[in-house]
């Protein structure tokens, strides 16, 4: 499996940006999709995952009411649509796939993700 993201860059607050996850390499099985991002001294965190059959989503409390994750399961391709950015967001996005049986099941840990992607920069100014 690979993951390739993109659609990051530079944005005023206020502004919106589209990251985007192309997956290669999917078996029959589900994958659960999540985005996480790092910023400069701090861990990587989860920002919003959906589960495998796209049911089920999740956002980190603040994102709630800004991002809003989606899938696209016959073109193996994930979305997280980020409105109304802050300079708190700024930080390396980085979309990964976890394998599952279980369709409607949302992982919010790292650990339970198989596959990482490279990240992709956001940057949001003040």
């Known amino acids: 499996v690979q993951l390739q993201a993109s659609g990051g860059g530079l944005v005023q607050a206020g502004g919106s940006l589209r990251l985007s996850c192309a997956a290669s390499?999917?078996?029959?099985?589900?994958?659960?999709i999540g985005w996480f991002r790092q910023a400069p001294g701090k861990e990587r965190e989860a920002v919003s995952c959906?589960?495998?059959?796209?049911?089920?989503?999740w956002y980190e409390n603040s994102v709630k009411g800004r991002f809003t994750i989606s899938r696209d399961n016959d073109k193996n391709t994930a979305w997280l649509q980020m409105n109304n950015l802050k300079p708190e967001d700024t930080a390396v996005y980085y979309c990964?796939?976890?394998?599952?049986?279980?369709?409607?099941?949302?992982?919010?840990?790292?650990?339970?993700?198989?596959?990482w992607g490279q990240g992709t920069q956001v940057t949001v100014s003040s």
């Open positions: 990964a796939a976890m394998k599952t049986t279980v369709p409607l099941w949302v992982g919010t840990m790292s650990a339970e993700y198989d596959y």
């Open positions: 390499g999917f078996t029959s099985d589900y994958y659960g």
């Open positions: 959906i589960s495998g059959g796209g049911g089920n989503t």
